[in-house]
């Protein structure tokens, strides 16, 4: 079942002289369960992509369907919530609101939801994160990989549709990047989490499932590497 399609999508930026083509007529669609990873050199649209399908920038055609909802059909509100509630996002540069606790980060997206607090959920995922025991720290008292460790928990508590990972090594030494990784992996596996993970890196990219490689706005390859 596809938990993710994305149809014709372009983004078109400037007009005429000016006129920049970021991304060209994508489409591809991700199955539950799915590890996918998408590279590129930069400028290949990446970024653009990212943002599409995030539903932080609107397209100039296409759609992106999510859950069987198409997400730019709904209104600016209603695309806030619909993303808060069905895509983890985790970030290069973790994105922690730093006057929070590990825990108070981790279950932001439910506050903001008026969801109230799942002890349990959050007991759950500090466990898996390995940072039970730093629940009461602020994002100042953590490592780079701690925090991103903190922003991985975030984009897992309210079960997303998926998680989309924006070079989430990028910031990070390469021991650091593997525990990271290997965090994705086992959210990945053992959580059945969907990983949708942008990035440069082609060892990182080849740990996936599959791997989608963009130039110049386009497709170029798209492989299944483990079946």
Same mark, same amino acid.
């Given at each position: ?37 998408? #590279? +590129?050199? *930069?400028?290949?649209? %990446?970024?653009?992509?990212?943002? =599409?399908? /995030? $539903?932080?920038?609107?397209?100039? &055609? ?66 898996? #994160? +390995?940072? *039970?025991?730093?629940? %009461?720290?602020?994002?100042?008292? =953590?490592? /780079? $990989?701690?925090?991103?460790?903190? &922003? ?66 386009? #497709? ?5 590497? %483990?079946?």
């Amino acid at each position: 079942m596809a938990v993710l399609e994305v149809k014709g999508l372009t983004k078109i930026y400037g007009n005429k002289d000016t006129k920049v083509t970021a991304l060209d007529n994508v489409s591809f669609s991700v199955n539950k369960g799915e590890f996918v990873a998408i #590279i +590129g050199a *930069s400028g290949s649209g %990446k970024s653009t992509l990212m943002n =599409l399908i /995030g $539903g932080i920038d609107r397209p100039s &055609s296409g759609s992106v369907i999510i859950d069987e909802k198409e997400i730019f059909k709904l209104s600016e509100s209603q695309l806030a919530i619909f993303r808060r509630r069905n895509i983890g996002m985790i970030y290069q540069f973790y994105n922690l609101i730093p006057t929070l606790t590990t825990e108070e980060n981790i279950m932001l997206p439910r506050l903001l939801d008026n969801r109230g607090d799942d002890k349990d959920k959050l007991s759950s995922i500090m466990g898996m #994160i +390995g940072l *039970s025991e730093r629940a %009461k720290h602020l994002p100042s008292e =953590l490592s /780079g $990989g701690q925090q991103q460790r903190v &922003s991985v928990g975030r984009a897992m508590i309210n079960d997303p549709a998926f998680i989309l990972a924006d070079e989430p090594t990028g910031n990070l030494d390469s021991r650091t990047s593997r525990e990271i990784i290997d965090l994705l992996k086992f959210a990945n596996r053992s959580c059945h989490q969907t990983l949708l993970l942008i990035t440069h890196d082609e060892k990182i990219a080849l740990q996936a499932d599959r791997i989608i490689t963009l130039g110049d706005g386009k #497709i170029l390859a798209d492989e299944v590497m %483990k079946s």
